[in-house]
C-alpha cells in the first residue's frame, strides 16, 4: 500500500528519526534537533523489541546521539554495556555509516580495500569529482553537481550499505529485523555514473516564491542561510537537481537488489517492509534550500507498506490518501509482530487496520515542529541560546496551520492552494479557522505522553484505590 | 522574608516533590503523581550540585520512585552504584523516613531501641492511640483523631527526624546542603501528647461549599472519594483539624530544636534556610478532604527564606506578596551557592533578587497541574487508565484558571471572590479573560524545557553554523 499523506515529526534528520525510533514526537522524546542527545529515559523500538528477544538491528544512518552528559551524572561508564547499548540507540550494530568521520570509518576502510587510497576516501572520491587535471572537485561545492562522483556505482555510499544488507539477508537464520538506512539522497549531491546524467536540469518544475510581499520573519531569516542563497538562484536549482534525482534513481536500483536477494533466499513472502524518509528537500523550490520549514514539500515523506499477511490482500497495491505520521511506524511494526503494544510510551497508531482494511478511527490531523535555535537563523534573528525558537504545524486535509513561538501564525487553505503560496495569517476571514486549528495544538500538546515511565497496570492498579496498607479518609 | 503567595506545581506530594528537586514542572519532569517513577533522564538539585562536589543530604522522606522498568531497559543493575544513586533522587541519604513499609524500618528499629514493641511500631504506637483496655486504635480511623499517639512526644516521627537533623547539624565538618524532610502534618492524624489537645474543635472555620448547582464533574467525581466522603461531614472536619493543627506545633517545636543545634554550633549565621511543604490539606474546606484540586487552601504553601547574606539585610525580616513557585526553591540554592545555573535544565526563577532588593523580573502567572489518572476519580467518570486525566492552573493576581482536558474549564475572579465560590466558566462577561488565559497556558505548554539534553554550548556553537567538515549549500 501507498500512501499519499504520510509526514514526518520534525523536517530535519535527527529529531525525525528519533520519532521513527522511540514512536514519540519530538516535543516528547526532546531530541529537538540533530546532536541533541536521545536521553537516557527515552525508549526506541530497538528497546521494546528487545525486551521480547527480538534485536533490531541497524546497517547504515542513525544519527542517535549518545546521551554521553546523561550517562555521567548516572554514573555510567560510557565504555561500559549499559553505555554503549544507550549510545546505539537500542539498535543491535551490524555496521553504523553516518556522515561524521568517526562514523564513516568502515566505509573508508571498505573504499580502501578496494584501491581507493587517502585518508579520507569517502571525501576525496565517493562525494567528489575529478577536474579535468586529475584534481579533487568536493561534492560540498555545489558547481561540481553536474559531475560524476569519483568511485564506481558498485562503490558508492548507497551500494556499500546496500551490499551490507544483501549479505545480512542471505545469512539470516532467525527471524529479523533490519532498519536499513541510507544517507543519500542527501548532501553532498554527487552522483557516480551513471546516475549522475541521467536527468535533465531544464525538465524540472520549480515551486514559485510566493508574491506576498510581508513574508513571515523566521522564513525570511532562514533565507540569510547559504543554502537559501545559493537555491535562491533558479540556475543552482537546476543545476543541483539532476544529481539529486540521480541518487534517488540510484538508490532504486540498490533496493532492487535488496529486494531480490529477499525474494532469492525465499524471505519475501514472510517479510514485513516499510519503505520511507525522514525529511524532502526543497533543492529551489519557492527559491529555498535544504529542509527545516513547514512545507509540504518537506514535510510529506514517500511511505510504502508491504504487508505479507493474507489479510492484507485485499487491500494490496491499492493507495491510501489516509493522513498517517512517522511515529505510527513504531506501532505498527510491534502489532505486526504480535506483541503487546507500550501504550503508555507509543504515540503513533498501528498502520494494519489500513492495511488490512479492519476498524480505524482516522487521524484528522497530523503535527510536526521545528526547534531552529541551533540554527544561525536564531543569530539573525538576535535571540539568545534559550530562547524557545520552537514551532509547530497542525496539518488537516483542509488546513495548515504553523505555530511560531513569538511571531505571527501562519495559515493555508490546502484545498484552494495547495501550492501554499497565500499565508492567512491576516485575513479577518479565517478567524474562526486559526483559532480551531490552535485548539487542535493546544490539545495535542496538553496530551503528549510524558508520563511513560507508569506502566498500565500500576495505574490500573492505582485506579482501585491507594496501595495495601494505606487507608485514606476512614472515620 | 515570608511569602505570601507561593504555589506548588502539583497539589500532591510526589510531583510537588519532584518539582522542588528537579526545578522542573511536572509535566517536564513526567513524575505526575505518587508512585510514578522519575525518569532515568531527569536531575534533581542533588545531580546537579553533586558535579560540583556539594553533595545533598537527605534525612526524612523524598518520595522518590526509583525507575525500576528504565534501570531495567538501561541494563542497569539497581544494586550497582549506578543503579543505587538514581533510585536515591540523586541525593546523599543520611537517613530516609517515609510513609511506606520498607522505608520506615529505620524509624521501626528507633522504636524498637526505646521499648516499643511489636513488628510495626510505627502503626501500633506512632500512629496508633490506645483504647481503654489497653488495645491498638489505629490513627488510619479518624474518629481517634482526638487521643494522644501512644508514643511519647520525643520518640514520635517528628522527634526522631529532628534528632537526625540535630546530630547531623552537630558532628558536620565540612560546609553541606541537607534537605530535612518531614512527613507530618499528614496522615494518619494523630498528635503525641500534649499536642494532640492543645487546639479546639470549634475554634476552626470551615471554608463553605460552593452553592452552585451545577458543579465541575471531576470535582463531583472526587466527592465519591472516602475522604471527601468523611471530611463532608462537618463533624468529622471539626474533630480531626485539632489533630492536625496540633501535629503543626509540634514541627514549629522542633524546628525550635533544629535551629537552636544550628545556632549553637555557630553555624546560622552563614546558614541558608528556605521552609516550605509540599501542599496543603482540605481537612473539611468545601466539603472536601485531601488535596489534589485547584484551590489556594492546597495550592499555596509556607514559604519562609533566611538569606544569611548581608545584602538580604535590608529586606530581612519584610513580607513578599510576589507570585513564586516551588520550582524556584532549586534555582535559588544553585544561585545561593554561585554555582553556574544550569538553564537548559532549570524552570524556575531565583529569588535572591526578591530577597537581595535586586532588579527583578516578576512572575505574572504561576501554573500547576494534576494528572488523576491513579485515582478511583478515574473509574468513577469511566475513563480507561490511558486516557489523558489531566488538568492545569494558572493563577495571576487577578484570575484562576483550570483546564481540564475532556471537560469544561473553570474560572475565578480572585480580586471579588477571593475564596472561589463563583466559577465563571459559563459566564458570557468572561469570555476574554478565559481566552487569554488559555493562552498563557498555550505558552506555557509550548515552552517548557523538554530539550535539556543539549547544553547551552552546544546551541551556542552550532549557532554559528554547522560542526567542522560539512559545507551545507555552498555553489
Same mark, same amino acid.
Given at each position: 500500500?501507498?500512501?499519499?499523506?504520510? =509526514?514526518?515529526?520534525?523536517?530535519?534528520?535527527?529529531?525525525?528519526?528519533?520519532?521513527?525510533?522511540?514512536?514519540?514526537?519530538?516535543?516528547?522524546?526532546?531530541?529537538?534537533?540533530?546532536?541533541?542527545?536521545?536521553?537516557?529515559?527515552?525508549?526506541?523500538?530497538?528497546?521494546?523489541?528487545?525486551?521480547?528477544?527480538?534485536?533490531?538491528?541497524l546497517i547504515g544512518k542513525s544519527h542517535?546521539?549518545?546521551?554521553?552528559?546523561?550517562?555521567?551524572?548516572?554514573?555510567?561508564?560510557?565504555?561500559?554495556?549499559?553505555?554503549?547499548?544507550?549510545?546505539?540507540?537500542? =539498535?543491535?550494530v551490524v555496521a553504523r555509516h553516518e556522515d561524521t568521520p568517526a562514523h564513516r570509518r568502515h566505509y573508508n576502510a571498505w573504499l580502501r580495500e578496494r584501491g581507493y587510497g587517502g585518508e579520507d576516501p569517502w571525501a576525496t572520491h565517493a562525494a567528489a569529482?575529478?577536474?579535468?587535471?586529475?584534481?579533487?572537485?568536493?561534492g560540498?561545492?555545489?558547481?561540481?553537481?553536474?559531475?560524476?562522483a569519483r568511485v564506481r556505482a558498485e562503490h558508492s555510499e548507497t551500494a556499500y550499505v546496500s551490499d551490507l544488507a544483501v549479505e545480512f539477508?542471505?545469512?539470516?537464520?532467525?527471524?529479523?529485523?533490519?532498519?536499513l538506512s541510507y544517507i543519500k539522497?542527501h548532501?553532498p549531491?554527487m552522483?557516480p555514473?551513471?546516475?549522475?546524467?541521467? =536527468?535533465?536540469?531544464?525538465?524540472?518544475?520549480?515551486?514559485? @516564491?510566493?508574491?506576498?510581499?510581508?513574508? +513571515?520573519?523566521?522564513?525570511?531569516?532562514?533565507?540569510?542561510?547559504?543554502?537559501?542563497?545559493?537555491?535562491? @538562484?533558479?540556475?543552482?536549482? @537546476?543545476?543541483?537537481?539532476?544529481?539529486?534525482?540521480?541518487?534517488?534513481?540510484e538508490i532504486?536500483?540498490q533496493?532492487?537488489?535488496?529486494?531480490?536477494?529477499?525474494?532469492?533466499?525465499?524471505?519475501?513472502?514472510?517479510?514485513?517492509?516499510?519503505?520511507?524518509?525522514?525529511?524532502?528537500?526543497?533543492?529551489?523550490?519557492?527559491?529555498?534550500?535544504?529542509?527545516?520549514?513547514?512545507?509540504?514539500?518537506?514535510?510529506?515523506?514517500?511511505?510504502?507498506?508491504?504487508?505479507?499477511?493474507?489479510?492484507?490482500?485485499?487491500?494490496?497495491?491499492?493507495?491510501?490518501?489516509?493522513?498517517?505520521?512517522?511515529?505510527?511506524?513504531?506501532?505498527?511494526?510491534?502489532?505486526?509482530?504480535?506483541?503487546?503494544?507500550?501504550?503508555?510510551?507509543?504515540?503513533?497508531?498501528?498502520?494494519?487496520?489500513?492495511?488490512?482494511?479492519?476498524?480505524?478511527?482516522?487521524?484528522?490531523?497530523?503535527?510536526?515542529?521545528?526547534?531552529?535555535?541551533?540554527?544561525?537563523?536564531?543569530?539573525?534573528?538576535?535571540?539568545?541560546?534559550?530562547?524557545?525558537?520552537?514551532?509547530?504545524?497542525?496539518?488537516?486535509?483542509?488546513?495548515?496551520?504553523? +505555530?511560531?513561538?513569538? =511571531?505571527?501564525?501562519?495559515?493555508?487553505?490546502?484545498?484552494?492552494?495547495?501550492?501554499?503560496?497565500?499565508?492567512?495569517?491576516?485575513?479577518?476571514?479565517?478567524?474562526?479557522?486559526?483559532?480551531?486549528?490552535?485548539?487542535?495544538?493546544?490539545?495535542?500538546?496538553?496530551?503528549?505522553?510524558?508520563?511513560?515511565?507508569?506502566?498500565?497496570?500500576?495505574?490500573?492498579?492505582?485506579?482501585?484505590?491507594?496501595?495495601?496498607?494505606?487507608?485514606?479518609?476512614?472515620?
Amino acid at each position: 500500500m501507498r500512501f499519499t499523506n504520510a =509526514f514526518v515529526q520534525s523536517g530535519v534528520c535527527g529529531p525525525s528519526r528519533m520519532s521513527y525510533y522511540t514512536g514519540r514526537y519530538a516535543s516528547t522524546h526532546g531530541s529537538s534537533w540533530n546532536f541533541v542527545p536521545l536521553p537516557l529515559s527515552e525508549r526506541t523500538l530497538g528497546d521494546h523489541l528487545a525486551a521480547h528477544g527480538r534485536p533490531v538491528h541497524l546497517i547504515g544512518k542513525s544519527h542517535v546521539t549518545a546521551d554521553a552528559a546523561g550517562l555521567a551524572v548516572r554514573g555510567i561508564d560510557p565504555q561500559s554495556g549499559a553505555g554503549r547499548r544507550a549510545a546505539a540507540g537500542g =539498535f543491535q550494530v551490524v555496521a553504523r555509516h553516518e556522515d561524521t568521520p568517526a562514523h564513516r570509518r568502515h566505509y573508508n576502510a571498505w573504499l580502501r580495500e578496494r584501491g581507493y587510497g587517502g585518508e579520507d576516501p569517502w571525501a576525496t572520491h565517493a562525494a567528489a569529482a575529478e577536474g579535468p587535471g586529475g584534481e579533487t572537485l568536493p561534492g560540498w561545492q555545489m558547481r561540481h553537481a553536474h559531475l560524476p562522483a569519483r568511485v564506481r556505482a558498485e562503490h558508492s555510499e548507497t551500494a556499500y550499505v546496500s551490499d551490507l544488507a544483501v549479505e545480512f539477508i542471505r545469512s539470516a537464520e532467525q527471524p529479523w529485523v533490519l532498519h536499513l538506512s541510507y544517507i543519500k539522497p542527501h548532501w553532498p549531491y554527487m552522483a557516480p555514473a551513471p546516475f549522475h546524467s541521467m =536527468f535533465r536540469p531544464d525538465r524540472s518544475t520549480l515551486l514559485p @516564491r510566493s508574491t506576498d510581499p510581508d513574508e +513571515h520573519p523566521v522564513i525570511a531569516a532562514y533565507r540569510q542561510l547559504d543554502e537559501c542563497r545559493s537555491f535562491g @538562484r533558479e540556475d543552482v536549482a @537546476r543545476h543541483v537537481r539532476p544529481a539529486y534525482m540521480g541518487l534517488v534513481a540510484e538508490i532504486d536500483r540498490q533496493l532492487g537488489r535488496v529486494l531480490a536477494a529477499l525474494g532469492e533466499s525465499g524471505q519475501a513472502a514472510e517479510t514485513l517492509i516499510i519503505f520511507s524518509s525522514d525529511h524532502g528537500d526543497f533543492l529551489g523550490d519557492r527559491g529555498l534550500g535544504e529542509k527545516e520549514l513547514f512545507y509540504d514539500e518537506i514535510q510529506k515523506v514517500p511511505l510504502i507498506v508491504v504487508d505479507p499477511d493474507p489479510l492484507a490482500d485485499a487491500a494490496r497495491g491499492t493507495v491510501s490518501d489516509s493522513l498517517v505520521e512517522a511515529v505510527d511506524v513504531a506501532t505498527t511494526l510491534v502489532a505486526a509482530l504480535g506483541l503487546p503494544v507500550p501504550e503508555e510510551w507509543l504515540e503513533g497508531r498501528s498502520l494494519l487496520p489500513l492495511l488490512r482494511r479492519t476498524e480505524h478511527s482516522p487521524r484528522e490531523c497530523v503535527f510536526s515542529e521545528l526547534d531552529y535555535s541551533m540554527r544561525e537563523v536564531r543569530n539573525f534573528l538576535g535571540l539568545p541560546p534559550l530562547h524557545p525558537c520552537r514551532a509547530w504545524m497542525a496539518r488537516t486535509a483542509e488546513w495548515k496551520y504553523v +505555530h511560531w513561538q513569538g =511571531f505571527r501564525p501562519q495559515l493555508f487553505d490546502l484545498q484552494s492552494d495547495p501550492r501554499e503560496q497565500r499565508d492567512l495569517h491576516g485575513s479577518a476571514a479565517h478567524g474562526a479557522v486559526r483559532a480551531r486549528m490552535r485548539e487542535r495544538l493546544f490539545d495535542w500538546l496538553a496530551t503528549l505522553k510524558r508520563r511513560a515511565s507508569a506502566d498500565v497496570a500500576l495505574i490500573e492498579r492505582l485506579g482501585h484505590g491507594p496501595p495495601p496498607g494505606i487507608h485514606i479518609g476512614h472515620w
